[in-house]
């Protein structure tokens, strides 16, 4: 079956950054777009990023741009994050998805497939 297991959460001061993965497995990697989200406690889970399948469009969250990067490598079934200039508002469980077809989209049941979520905190 289809998995999405992320990694690379933790701790971090703010101003800090963390690199976020997620291997899949179980489907054909480079037939989909990936996409990262995150939920803070009490919230809905927002988009934060897309990548098409090829790697070579991505689309960000406003708040996001600049800082965090979205990139992947199809020959590893691995999607990344790369998180800078982490502040508290980025404090979340970050999940990543998979899902086919073009555009990118930020629409949350448009994607097929979620992982487990990987835990971000961001202290003062």
């Known amino acids: 079956q289809v998995q999405l297991v992320e990694s690379g959460g933790g701790l971090v001061q703010a101003g800090g950054s963390l690199r976020l993965s997620c291997v899949a497995s179980?489907?054909?990697?480079?037939?989909?777009?990936m996409g990262w989200f995150r939920q803070a406690p009490g919230t809905e889970r927002e988009f934060v990023a897309a990548?098409?399948?090829?790697?070579?469009?991505?689309y960000y969250l406003d708040s996001v741009k600049g800082r965090f990067t979205i990139s992947r490598d199809n020959d590893k079934n691995t999607v990344y994050l790369q998180m800078n200039s982490l502040n508290r508002e980025d404090t979340a469980v970050y999940y990543c998805?998979?899902?086919?077809?073009?555009?990118?989209?930020?629409?949350?049941?448009?994607?097929?497939?979620w992982g487990q979520g990987t835990q971000v905190t961001v202290s003062s």
């Open positions: 998805a998979a899902r086919t077809g073009t555009p990118l989209t930020r629409i949350t049941n448009e994607y097929h497939y």
């Open positions: 990548i098409s399948w090829s790697g070579r469009i991505t």
């Open positions: 179980g489907l054909t990697f480079s037939n989909y777009a």
